[in-house]
């Protein structure tokens, strides 16, 4: 069937904010949907508060809201653009509730939407545990016993039905939020009553214990005309238990006969034809009981999702496209597979290689919280890794990680054991407690003698892929052997047969080096002298059946090579990997923006990168993908193989810039902004020297490379003191430091994390305003991207703190003075690309506090902010082309405001403390727009899930040194009629000032305390500065339950201002919305820089 | 570890560790792209006369059983595979594949860049070759290879048709059809599938002659998947011929074949045939596209049945090639896939019924003739 003429306009609601549980594969989902539908000739209305996506770039929908993904947005954006459908399936679990809340309300029947791809009636029939359980019931399918229940009592007596270990599952929340498993009354009880806190709907699921079952999932796709495929069978490496977000998964399915895998396809195509979704994709997941066989279904995602997501870039199938051109009408068989071009997109993919991914977790962010991994996600990223057995993945997989190992490598010292007893019950605990770095303690656990049956019974983990591991460790073994054989050279310990298959098995070079005790590159010239060559392979959906026209490969040490080196110019492009918190889907933004920039000016481009959920891994996104880890050695076979002209390490974060010295010792020609003055910027001496000769101020500071250096530094500049490692990204082992103890034990940590690299140590600016600069430059024109003033004060990680552009408290002079700084220093460092400087202005003196001269965080949100693509910009520059050929020469600020606001992973770590600080906990961002700056940032809290009150009561508990600023907001907030409840302290400090509030108990007086206030719903909104630089265990309960309640919590007083703000403007007048395209044509003044 | 060596006509050699029975073994070398189903891919005798390799390269993972088995015994005439698994993990394995192959005298071998080769047969076809554990000199080797007979012309279902007529077990329920099945290379699952269509069937050799399948009064003919040349079973053609129009005919795969040489058409061979678990195959007349099993080398040319009554109902998406046909009046129609999956997806199942409610059909209609 043709695509639909009957529809013109549609629109699609995108997953807002980067948050655990629904990350940028969303984004990579939009981008592609978006443009199979414009490429189809319909006119597409977009809505997304996240400025970081490619799908919110301007070009890539017709009409781009930049908006909170509330149901109250949607309605007013459907009422201004009325489009003729609307397609829900592709935002995430966020777009799949705002659409059926949207239905629900009526809004979709009162401007006639359609709602196209799934309807209300087969999303509720997925998400609904009841009508799940019936629908799948009706064709009969096996599922988990299980009881329904909508309080605690209920609760209690369906569980002595199902007994214990029994699973608890709240319907309708995001990414298992809030289930979990009970071994115990104390935990079941726990478990059902956050639960049924966390359900929309108050209905939690308690469910026959699967645990340790074998876990199994399939995307399948589904036309209007009943075609059904299957595009990709993964096996869950983790048994039942894990949420597969955070377990380990390989694709294709490993353990199941061709007859059990069959039974399973029959099940998943039954149940999509039950639910009723009519196109698009699903993802239905199934338990298989290891000791019979007997097959369950779990749960059904009627939309594109994270393992859809996997599932293109493990098949080179792009599901979420064909879904979009499936949802207008076309069927599978209409649809080109556009890696082979000839065959159809109606046939299921075979894939030649395996495919392995592997959770990232960043608990180190966190401290408290528990890293016991369960149903409830709480990784923040993943790898990727093809090879062509299990084990050459798996090892890519783990060194793709980023989290300093080269492999599978040893994680625990025999010797800080006293006995081998002691030693085996250590690690056997490691087992049997599912969490981040348990597949380490596999490898350990072999190493010391433990069998694949034993670790099999504490872990539920299938036979196989233990005897895989097991292989790995016994190669490893005759390794070691070898290594202290006979010959004191490499080449005859580390003979030609045995380097073979160590590569083949996928260990790495530095693995290696380490075994043999040598170095790095000596195993890289032994490989190359011994002529085994590193192979790259196609990823082409046909096992080699048909020829392949897309250039998507991965590396493996086989017979043949199929990579084809063009003779165009090439640049490489080297993304980001895996997210965490403190990189993310910006600097994939970067790359690909950069990729598209550079191919568009005639460039070959090629990307290497190993996050499955971006769209720098769309292979229609480059000339060239290479999906490889993001290591020296993986990076330099390519450019071994590729000699591109030109690579790019400034776009992807720290991750690429941590491989700039080993590239260019290599003879890379690293592009843009050179390696040396990168050194500059982040060497403290040297840095110090160029700002002296510039004339500008930092805050005194000095570095240290032990306690004894460190003290003596403290000593000269005065506590407070910030202490951080040079060379990382997001403020990892960054703190603010009062006293000498304190000192001594970050300094430890920050050691720890810094390596080779000195620790800098600043004098600590408080109640400074702080100052985020991008720019961008040629070496000959330099241009200012934007000006963003932080709305919290100094203190708070850049990451993590809302910010504002244009500027909004500082004046003409003080921002003159910034634009000065900010030119004079990209001269010196003849940036070529982009800089980013944070400044803090303290009794109206500006001090330097950090220059990067490459891409920051905050270049999507400026790109967006001012209507011009930075990094396409810088990429083209870096490239050799002058910012005045291209156009761009002068800043342009914004008649309206935009406002970043952060996005935190607090709910997914109860109990955790929700303080911000120079540790950055952020993992996503959103934007908010409008022409008055208050509503600008109330879009953005909205946007953030931050539910400001237009009425109610309103909490206020401030340290001694807030309380005068306080009273000027609280009095505001009576005006606009709220109420006023506070703690003693505070509500005699505010009766003092003529001003009425109730107090209340704190959290260890009587009952009922606030913390029952917060539970009853009595509060609507928190402002709660931090007592000391130790917060109080009562304050931090007092935070978390907020967060659990969904009540909006500040920390700060400018937060609470603006957030006073906020309320003020939108009492007056609701919010309207208004496309980007319509802000970028208004009034923009242009200002000249001159440095 | 033992090596073994495997050498294409073309000179193509790679080298490689032996995981099966020691030996040499010569065929036709083919790919198949099914990542699950080896044990029955193995066990189908349409494997005979040739040399199988996997693409998916991680092989055995869940060893063998006695049920997954298409037939009784292993026909393939070696095995190929990137990495066979050291152990197997599933509840309902009984012996690893390794131990599997030596029990039936299979060679094979694993370690082998199972990419490239199928990249090798894609650009210059199916091509002869040999897989040898013993001799590793190629000059000997091409000359085996060379002196070894190709496909074309070959008739392979002498060796794997059962010798006597047999009754398949089948369930106990009552049967509503009697099918005689002709086994040129059957594979159970056919036998199973239309157990569960509710027919009582006998499997009679190839050469079994029409006269006395008729006298058997079958209410429906079935022909079966096997190896080989279509072109040269002039014995089964001959038949078949003498059936068509007198009972309900089903063919499957060769069987298909036959009957397109049957009602005067020709075959030809592919350039690498079809083997595997996912081609997309549309069904002419509802339009609905299915995912096929697929294990044929050889294929009908509809141009040359065209003034013969015959329609074309099923082609497949990829290659455009001839998957199935039937007759405009007579009752008979065939498919060159493989309806009964054992590998493969169960989409085509429907096939059955469609012959089932043909018998009936037919059944009503000689009612109505001969009172």
Known sequence: MPKRKDLKKIMIIGSGPIIISQACEFDYSGTQACKALREEGYKVVLVNSNPATIMTDPQFADATYIEPVTPEVVEKIIAKERPDALLPTLGGQTGLNVAVEVAKRGVLKKYKVEMIGADRKSIEKAEDRDLFKKAMQKIGLDLPRSINIKSMQEAKKAVEALGMPIVIRPSFTLGGTGGGIAFNTQEFEELVARGLEYSMIHEVLLEESVLGWKEFELEVMRDRKDNVVIICSIENFDPMGIHTGDSITVAPAQTLTDAEYQIMRDAAIRAIREIGVDTGGCNVQFAVDPRNGRMVMIEINPRVSRSSALASKATGFPIAKIAAKLAVGYTLDEIPNDITKETPASFEPAIDYCVVKIPRFTFEKFPGADTTLGTSMKSVGEAMAIGRTFKEALQKGLRSLETKRNGLDSVISA????????????????????????????????????????????????????????????????????????????????????????????????????????????????????????????????????????????????????????????????????????????????????????????????????????????????????????????????????????????????????????????????????????????????????????????????????????????????????????????????????????????????????????????????????????????????????????????????????????????????????????????????????????????????YVLEVNPRASRTVPFVSKAI????????????????????????????????????????????????????????????????????????????????????????????????????????????????????????????????????????????????????????????????SGRIPREDEVKIRSTAIMHGVPCITTISGAQASANAIEVLLKKDLDVTPLQAYHKKAIRNVEAKG | MKKAILLLEDGFVLEAKSFGAEGETLGEVVFNTSMTGYQEILTDPSYKGQIVAMTYPLIGNYGTNPEDIESGRPWADGFIVKERSRIFSNWRGTVSLEDYLIKHRIVAAEGIDTRALTRRIRSSGAMRGVLSTRDFDTDSLKKKVMSWPVMVGRDLVRDVTCKQAYDWPGSETRKEFFVVAFDYGIKYNSLRLLDRAGCKVRIVPAATNAEEVLALKPDGVFLSNGPGDPAVLDYTIREIKKLIGKVPLFGICLGHQLLGHALGGKTYKLKFGHHGGNHPVMDLETRKVEITSQNHGFCVDMDSIKDKDAILTHVNLYDKTTEG?????????????????????????????????????????????VP
């Not at chain 1, 906990?921 to 022409?931: L, N, Q």
């Not at chain 2, 007759?327 to 169960?346: N, T």
Request: hydrophobic share 40%.
């Open chain 1, 867 to 1026: 209507g011009v693509p930075l990094a396409k910009l810088a990429a083209r520059v870096m490239a050799g082309a002058k910012l005045k050929d291209l156009g761009f020469t002068q800043e342009r600020i914004p008649e309206y405001s935009s406002v970043k606001e952060s996005v935190f992973p607090f709910n997914r770590f109860p109990g955790v403390d929700i303080m911000l600080g120079h540790e950055m906990k952020s993992t996503g961002e959103v934007m908010g727009i409008d022409d008055d700056l208050g509503r600008a940032y109330m879009k953005s809290q909205l946007a953030a899930g931050q539910n400001l009150p237009l009425r109610g009561t309103v909490f206020v508990s401030v340290r001694d040194k807030d309380k005068r600023s306080i009273i000027f907001i609280v009095k505001r907030l009576i005006d606009l009629g709220f109420n006023i409840i506070a703690t003693q302290g505070t509500a005699n400090a505010l009766k003092k000032n003529g001003i009425k509030a109730d107090s209340i108990h704190k959290v260890y007086e009587d009952r009922p305390n606030i913390l029952d206030y917060v539970k009853d719903g009595k509060i609507h909104l928190i402002i709660n500065t931090p």
């Open chain 1, 415 to 846: 010797m800080e054991f006293d006995s081998p007893q002691h030693l085996r019950e250590f690690v056997t605990k490691k087992l049997r407690q599912p969490h981040d770095t348990r597949i380490f303690y596999i490898g350990d656990a072999l190493r010391i003698g433990m069998g694949t049956s034993e670790i099999h019974d504490v872990t539920g983990i299938d036979l196989w892929f233990l005897e895989n591991i097991k292989e790995i460790v016994d190669f490893e073994t005759s390794l070691k052997d070898a290594a202290v054989g006979s010959g004191a050279d490499l080449k005859t310990r580390l003979t030609p047969p045995l380097l073979e298959e160590a590569k083949k098995m996928g260990f790495s070079d530095r693995q290696l080096a380490a075994i043999f005790s040598a170095k790095e590159d000596g195993i890289k010239e032994l490989r190359k002298s011994d002529g085994i060559k590193t192979t790259y392979k196609l990823v082409d959906t046909c096992a080699a059946e048909f020829e392949a026209y897309t250039p998507y490969y991965y590396s493996t040490y086989e017979t043949e090579d199929e990579s084809r080196p063009g003779s165009k110019t090439k640049i490489m492009i080297l993304g980001g990997g895996p997210n965490r918190i403190g990189q993310g889907i910006e600097f994939d933004y970067c790359c690909v923006h950069a990729s598209f920039a550079l191919k568009e000016a005639g460039f070959e481009t090629i990307m290497v990168n190993c996050n499955p959920e971006t769209v720098s891994t769309d292979y229609d996104t480059s000339d060239k993908l290479y999906f490889e880890p993001m290591t020296k050695e993986d990076v330099l076979n390519i450019v071994d193989k590729e000699k591109p002209w030109g690579v790019i390490v400034q776009l992807g974060g720290q991750t690429p810039l941590n491989l700039t010295l080993a590239l260019k010792k290599a003879g890379v020609n690293i592009i843009g902004t050179s390696p040396e003055s990168i050194d500059i910027a982040e060497d403290r001496e040297k840095f110090k020297i160029m700002l002296d000769k510039l004339k500008l101020r930092q805050p005194p500071n000095g570095t240290a490379r032990n306690f004894e250096d460190a003290k003596s530094v403290a000593g000269r500049i005065g506590y407070p003191v910030l202490v951080r490692p040079s060379y990382v990204l997001g403020g990892r082992a960054m703190e603010i430091v009062y006293d000498e103890d304190t000192l001594e034990r970050f300094i430890l940590e920050a050691s720890r994390v810094s390596g080779e690299h000195p620790i800098l140590i600043d004098k600590f600016l408080e109640d400074a305003v702080e100052v985020d600069v991008d720019m961008i430059a040629d070496g000959e024109t330099f241009v200012i991207g934007g000006i963003m003033e932080h709305i919290e004060e100094a203190g708070i990680h850049s990451g993590d703190s809302a910010m504002v552009l244009p500027p909004y408290s500082l004046s003409d002079e003080m921002i003159n003075k910034i634009r000065q700084a900010t030119v004079a220093m990209a001269r010196e460092l003849r940036v070529v690309g982009l800089m980013n400087v944070q400044y803090a202005v303290r009794d109206n003196k500006l």
């Open chain 2, 325 to 369: 046909l039937r007759h405009r009046k007579l009752p008979l129609f065939c498919v060159q896939y493989h309806p009964e999956a054992g590998p493969g997806p169960h989409d085509a199942g429907y096939l059955f019924g469609r012959f089932t409610e043909m018998m009936r059909t037919f059944k009503k209609r000689r009612g109505i003739r």
